[in-house]
């Protein structure tokens, strides 16, 4: 979709609705949209379907999971956004999935995961301060955020190589700090990650990021209120069988769709999240969030 600022030089107007350009008073609102449903789309896409094993970003949108949680993130920033004259939200987002799920575009996960240290800045930062301000779900943003610390750490679930793909973040030292967030050096095999330990690294991470607002925020990195299962968590088994050309499936103690609602509190902040992640995995720790949404 084409949508210019109708201020053009010496009175010169093409008539660009002919070829369904959409001239408008002010762009604004359209580039907000733009940046916080169709971007955002990709960049929280990219984390979550990459650790559930999919490589090809129809492929994910095939998995009922992925679309509720892409699903979740979209209902969050859409709070966030003006009204968009000519433009009805609910059938945008319908576009959007429908694009996503195409599977003749064939593009990558792996793709639309770089650069996640500008990205995730540009693009769901903004929704989140604002929905911490309004008192509204900062949940999804938190899930993202996680994730992608974990994909930071540069191995899948499975203990694949991830190709990490963000040179800004490189140089900010962001992959070492998710590297000691997740203890990926301090696990033994077939581990690749344990439970992150140090709340004020992760603080220190947000903060880095997204700035002060973010990483001060107990509401968006820790409320201090997580509480692990009575009877601990299941946990996943790395395998390296490729099941199908475009991702590597993980088996796991119990069948993905048994999982259960387990966690007392049903913490959705970024340090709670990310533990859960790194400890049941990042299909079964969603499943529980989405089952308790249902």
Not at 123 to 149: H, Y
Not at 216 to 225: H, L, N, P, T
Request: hydrophobic fraction near 40%; include cysteine.
């Amino acid at each position: 979709q084409w949508v210019v600022e109708d201020q053009f030089v010496d009175g010169i107007r093409p008539d660009l609705e002919k070829v369904g350009v959409l001239v408008v008073p002010d762009v604004h609102p359209y580039e907000l949209m733009k940046l916080r449903l169709l971007n955002a789309g990709h960049s929280a896409l990219s984390y979550v379907s990459y650790l559930c094993g999919h490589r090809f970003v129809d492929a994910a949108m095939n998995d009922p999971l992925v679309v509720a949680y892409l699903n979740g993130v979209f209902d969050e920033h859409t709070s966030t956004l003006s009204p968009v004259p000519g433009v009805d939200i609910p059938e945008y987002i319908a576009t959007l999935i429908a694009r996503f799920s195409n599977p003749y575009i064939k593009d990558t996960v792996q793709r639309l995961a770089e650069d996640g240290s500008m990205k995730l800045v540009t693009t769901m930062r903004d929704p989140a301060v604002e929905n911490l301000k309004s008192g509204k779900s900062t949940a999804m943003f938190s899930f993202t955020v996680a994730t992608w610390i974990r994909y930071l750490v540069g191995k899948d679930e499975s203990g694949a190589v991830i190709e990490i793909k963000d040179p800004a973040g490189t140089d900010a030292g962001l992959l070492d700090m998710a590297k000691a967030i997740c203890h990926a050096d301090d696990v033994v095999a077939p581990s690749v990650v344990s439970a992150p330990t140090d709340k004020a690294l992760v603080k220190e991470f947000m903060t880095k990021v997204f700035g002060a607002e973010v990483g001060g925020s107990d509401v968006i990195v820790d409320d201090g209120k997580y509480h692990q299962p009575e009877h601990g968590t299941p946990r996943r088994k790395a395998v390296a069988s490729e099941k199908h050309a475009d991702a590597r499936f993980h088996e796991t103690a119990t069948p993905r769709h048994l999982f259960q609602p387990q966690l007392a509190n049903q913490p959705t902040v970024v340090f709670n999240m990310l533990v859960d992640i790194c400890t049941m995995g990042t299909a079964a720790r969603l499943q529980i969030y989405m089952d308790s949404k249902a």
